[in-house]
């Protein structure tokens, strides 16, 4: 009896290998590039790890439930894993909102509990999902609550992602590619029923390891702390076109030399990052937002008009002033893009040191300190 039993351990490990073994390299691999990146938040990586030790729970859970299908003495086992297979899968997105999105909280796993509260009370009444007499999966009158629970966070997921863009090609493609993984996910178990379940994992782990790729290799343009366009993607995007440039727009955080004296550089980082998340709300899909110094931002305009730009000044402004923190600003327009981007940088500078010596002489100081 215990030598069938070993029998059949080893057939049942055989059989997860041969389903999951892309998923286990890939996981593996994932688990390697975690431990080798040092340059990124280190509260980050550790949502990664949890992230990637989530969907490899999940395939098992995946596995189990596939492989009691065929015994009929284990039903109320697989009901259960049912119930976790269906739950799982709106916070395996939950997470991803939660690791890879800026400003994302705990409150974006609200509507994960909620589904995974059905998805449990329908192993009582089947209200979701119920086992037929032949072992069969029978759809209640919310049978497609799963599905709903998956489009509503690949929705939300996806505009995140181009909400807290910069709107550039190296971040455009693997947002892309994840739109086309997460789509498969609501289309091909129309197509392939439920055996879709068994490719699932694979699938969202190789698009989160595509996409932490893409993200390792734009660092090269982006600014670690804030998220925005470093100071050598400035240089390439005004070299890029430049005609099409019609405005600059030069930005100065009033006051951060006094908050890291005071409060420490740690507030001091976090006020810089709650302005670049300022900007960032604030630009259209056509301005790109650079972080070009310790507290100085110059976000470029392409073919906007010098309304746009002055709308764009006041956006800002709007949103900074919800926050404690300040910031100065001035611009430069170019009807036709025809001035030099120095020429326009000297302009836009010049009347931001303005508005700064402007702000702190209502504050009755007469010197300004960045």
């Known amino acids: ?3 069938l039993r070993i029998y059949e351990d080893i057939k049942m490990f055989k059989e997860y290998l ?7 390299l890939i996981t593996f691999a994932f688990a390697i590039l975690l431990k080798t990146t040092l340059f990124l938040d280190r509260k980050v990586i550790s949502r990664m790890y949890a992230l990637v030790a989530a969907v490899f729970a999940f395939s098992l859970v995946v596995f189990a439930e596939f492989y009691l299908n065929e015994i009929d003495e284990f039903r109320n086992a697989r009901t259960v894993l049912i119930a976790v297979r269906y739950s799982a899968t709106p916070f395996v997105m939950a997470m991803i909102l939660y690791t890879l999105v800026h400003k994302e909280r705990l409150m974006v796993f609200l509507p994960a509990v909620a589904f995974a509260v059905v998805n449990f009370i329908s192993v009582f009444n089947g209200v979701v999902f119920k086992i037929g007499d032949d072992n069969s999966l029978i759809r209640g009158p919310f049978g497609y609550l799963p599905y709903v629970a998956v ?3 690949s929705i939300f997921l996806v505009y995140s992602f181009f909400k807290y863009s910069n709107k550039q090609a190296s971040e455009i493609i693997p947002i892309i590619f994840m739109v086309f993984a997460f789509a498969s996910g609501l289309v091909l178990p129309f197509i392939l029923g439920k055996d879709y379940s068994k490719i699932f994992c694979p699938t969202i782990m190789i698009a989160l390891f595509v996409y932490y790729v893409f993200s390792i290799l734009q660092l090269t343009s982006k600014d670690s702390l804030t998220g925005l366009l470093n100071r050598q993607a400035y240089y390439a995007a005004v070299n890029d076109n430049p005609r099409t440039i019609t405005g600059i727009i030069s930005v100065d955080m009033n006051g951060l030399k006094l ?3 005071t409060e420490g550089h740690a507030a001091g980082d976090n006020a810089l990052k709650t302005l670049a998340h300022c900007f960032m709300r604030a630009k259209k899909g056509k301005d790109s937002a650079f972080r070009v110094g310790g507290d100085e931002f110059l976000l470029v305009c392409r073919r906007s008009s010098e309304e746009e730009i002055i709308q764009l000044i006041d956006h800002i402004r709007k949103i900074v002033s919800e926050t404690k923190y300040s910031c100065s600003i001035g611009y430069s327009y170019s009807p036709d893009g025809s001035r030099s981007i120095e020429e326009m940088l000297k302009e836009s500078d010049k009347m931001m040191y303005e508005d700064k ?7 009755g100081i007469d010197k300004y300190r960045s």
């Open 259 to 261: 908050i890291n004296d």
């Open 18 to 24: 041969l389903e999951n073994w892309s998923l286990i």
């Open 357 to 363: 010596a402007a702000y702190y002489k209502r504050l």
């Open 1 to 3: 009896m215990g030598g």
């Open 151 to 153: 489009g509503l966070y």
